[in-house]
């Protein structure tokens, strides 16, 4: 157990969400299942105003998270000086089993919380309020899995054990580790950039053909193979290290917290562009300017990946 | 994606605070005064290790000390020989120092045995013996005192020289050659420096022992292999490394700072307590002033946001002003009171400036524990009045 302030502040933080998103699944139960907009009962009445309750308490819990989830990372690199053999974030989230869990977790709530909110403001503006039995319908199971991080989280703290010896980023993120994401790394390193730079292309492509559920696939497509090609090839770029792959040590000072600007861009540009698809199937005539902003910020991030190999490549003469 | 920020509103929300003035002062003040004292005590943990790292830096790689049952005794300096045979060890060095306790005062000086042959493990002695004729201070039997105990000496008429007491009782007269500082005084404060032969006749010591023996390495990755090496040789001490004592401080300041947040925790449950109340329980004007907001087309999620705009001034205000209070208490007035905390009572201790540091983590931690707490306490009160209905309040 280790008890540094910034533990204990995400810890008081977790509780609040916890006890919040136990009242908020409380009250959108009877939502869920009884909405009825037509009905001009009290308890209709009722559900209606209790809706805005809950869509207060989300707002909150996912405003916080969204700069909490910094925090944390923040707070996993600092602990990383204390527990042995941690270098970074990645050791310390992995001196747990569940380490990755968690990680996986966490961002899966910021893609589902940001969608609720999404599609909440746009069933503010219909005034027949119709994604509202759905929208309740997803805070059930997006509750449970805001649960499930709680616990992981929580748990991943009291567990932590600053005498116990821990691997560094350097031996998880390797060929040779046995770690659960090792397989990944038989993929050699030309497949990837170019998997990358097609995935991106076709990108462009759905983005030209405006077809709302390419495009969702297309963004989908291209969060997963950039996260897979910023370990695999983009990081070795910015490390200048061909054996470094972590994911965790570019958002330390050293690398000028480039990481933060490369998650930021990704999830934005992909977080708008699957949650506007998303929205635009479920209602035609929803405003197409999120086409445009998913490009903009999406484009931004391979801008700033494609830099780090092209400047090495100016400078040395070589690739890695 | 959302709405854009209503200017009006905002108007709207900070004349509904000045309307309340007292109410709201009252609130203000409370949390203002609550973040102020956690953000001292963040700041001052954080200043406290700045200026540890700082030393640290100036320590050497390894320090050995020899245990017999379990406890710190002198070394034998003829262990020296065998230290420098193992590769990667540029240089080992005997440290004679000890505690000297001052009755009068009740504070501890740190007694530091330096010689001008060797040399010299820290920066900060090397530069002092450069300064000062080395050779006179033995010859005059003198020392060199630092800041705070040159205070502490005068305070009790010492004014040119000291009498130490020997263990055998007899007293040895050591005058005072000049005052000491380096350039963090939270290390020097307490320090004697006097030649090594001094301390060993003081101290009762013998010629060939001494306190620890500092090792330096050229190569930090080949530490282990050497600290290996000498438990195999030495199975009866206790080898320390910068690391060690990095990772320690560390320790304590976090378990320091968050021993105090887990009262902070309490009071802040309070405070969420209080605010809740003030937000539940409305005067019949108020509850009046959401029954027109109603009547003239204001919606549930308008009186929700106009509060929400409402708590976030307060609270932010809070947050500012008690951060900058906090900045003027720890480094300007150098945090009387609080700072005792995290040096102790120890007479000798508490003069030294505290260094400057200012970094965002610490606000935002700061910012993650008190303003998410406040606007917690007034989402359920806020929806049950904007709630309300209009024809049943303004009845």
């Not at chain 2, 010492?158 to 500082?181: C, H, M, R």
């Not at chain 2, 301390?199 to 390495?217: K, P, R, Y």
């Amino acid at each position: 157990m280790l008890l540094t302030p910034e533990v204990i502040a995400i810890l008081i933080l977790d509780t609040i969400f916890l006890l919040f998103a136990c009242f908020a699944f409380y009250i959108s139960i009877p939502i869920a299942l009884k909405w009825d907009i037509n009905s001009t009962s009290a308890f209709q009445y009722g559900l209606e105003k209790k809706a805005i309750l809950v869509a207060t308490i989300i707002k909150y819990i996912f405003v916080l998270k969204l700069p909490l989830f910094l925090f944390f990372i923040f707070t996993s690199d600092k602990i990383s000086g204390v527990i042995t053999g941690a270098m970074c974030a990645a050791g310390v989230v992995n001196s747990v089993d569940f380490g990755l869990s968690l990680f996986i977790f966490k961002i899966l709530n910021l893609y589902i919380f940001g969608f609720w909110l999404f599609l909440h403001t746009e069933d503010m503006k219909d005034e027949k309020l119709k994604f509202t039995k759905l929208k309740f319908t997803i805070f059930i199971v997006a509750f449970l899995l805001l649960i499930t991080e709680i616990f992981y989280e929580i748990s991943f703290f009291t567990s932590l054990d600053v005498d116990k010896i821990v691997s560094c980023c350097g031996t998880l993120f390797s060929a040779a580790s046995t770690s659960t994401i090792s397989f990944i790394f038989d993929i050699s390193n030309p497949v990837i950039v170019t998997a990358f730079y097609i995935t991106f292309a076709l990108y462009l492509i759905t983005f030209f053909l405006k077809k709302e559920s390419l495009f969702l696939a297309s963004n989908i497509l291209f969060f997963i193979v950039s996260v897979l090609s910023l370990i695999l090839f983009f990081g070795t770029y910015i490390y200048e290290l061909p054996t470094h792959h972590c994911p965790f040590c570019f958002l330390q000072k050293d690398y000028y917290y480039v990481g933060y600007a490369l998650y930021i861009t990704l999830f934005i540009g992909t977080f708008i562009g699957i949650s506007g698809s998303i929205l635009s199937i479920l209602k035609p005539e929803f405003s197409q300017n999120y086409y445009r902003t998913s490009l903009i910020f999406n484009i931004l991030y391979t801008l700033i990946v494609s830099v780090y190999p092209v400047v090495f490549y100016i400078r040395n003469g070589v690739w890695l | 994606m959302e709405s854009k920020i209503n200017h009006f509103m905002i108007g709207f929300a900070i004349s509904s605070i000045l309307r309340r003035g007292v109410k709201s002062f009252f609130t203000l003040f409370i949390f203002t005064s609550l973040i102020f004292l956690l953000s001292s005590i963040l700041f001052i943990s954080n200043s406290i290790k700045a200026e540890l790292g700082f030393t640290l830096k100036s320590l050497p790689e390894i320090t050995i000390q020899k245990l017999q049952a379990g406890r710190h005794t002198n070394i034998g300096i003829n262990r020296i020989d065998k230290l420098l045979e193992f590769h990667g060890v540029v240089s080992a060095i005997p440290r004679t120092w000890g505690y000297y306790y001052f009755e009068k005062a009740g504070v501890n000086f740190s007694v530091v045995g330096i010689d001008s042959f060797d040399k010299q493990y820290k920066n900060s002695f090397e530069s002092f013996v450069e300064d000062v004729d080395f050779d006179e201070l033995s010859k005059n039997s003198s020392m060199i005192v630092g800041v705070g105990v040159k205070k502490a000496l005068n305070d009790n008429y010492y004014k040119d020289y000291f009498n130490f007491v020997k263990p055998d009782g007899e007293l040895q007269k050591v005058t005072i050659a000049s005052t000491f500082k380096s350039s963090t005084s939270l290390e020097s404060n307490d320090i004697i420096l006097m030649p090594r032969d001094m301390v060993l006749d003081i101290f009762g010591m013998n010629e060939n022992e001494a306190t620890d023996i500092v090792l330096s390495v050229a190569n930090p990755e080949e530490i282990p292999t050497i600290i290996e090496k000498i438990r195999n040789l030495y199975p009866d001490t206790r080898v320390i490394t910068q690391n060690d004592l990095r990772v320690s401080y560390q320790n304590i300041f976090d378990y320091k700072s968050g021993m105090f947040l887990a009262l902070f925790i309490i009071s802040a449950f309070t405070f969420f307590m209080i605010v809740y109340d003030k937000a539940s329980g409305l005067s019949s004007e108020e509850k009046k002033e959401i029954g027109i907001l109603k009547a003239i087309g204001w919606k549930i999620d308008d009186i929700l946001k106009e509060k929400f705009y409402e708590a976030f001034i307060i609270s932010f205000l809070a947050f500012l002003s008690a951060i900058i209070l906090a900045l003027f208490f720890v480094y300007t007035l150098e945090a009387p009171l609080i700072k005792d905390i995290f040096i102790g009572y120890s007479r000798l201790k508490p003069t030294f400036d505290l260094p400057f540091v200012f970094d965002f983590q610490t606000v935002f931690l700061l910012f993650f524990l008190t303003i998410p707490l406040y606007l917690a306490a007034i989402i359920i009160p806020s929806w049950r009045v904007a709630s309300m209905d209009a024809d049943e309040v303004m009845r």
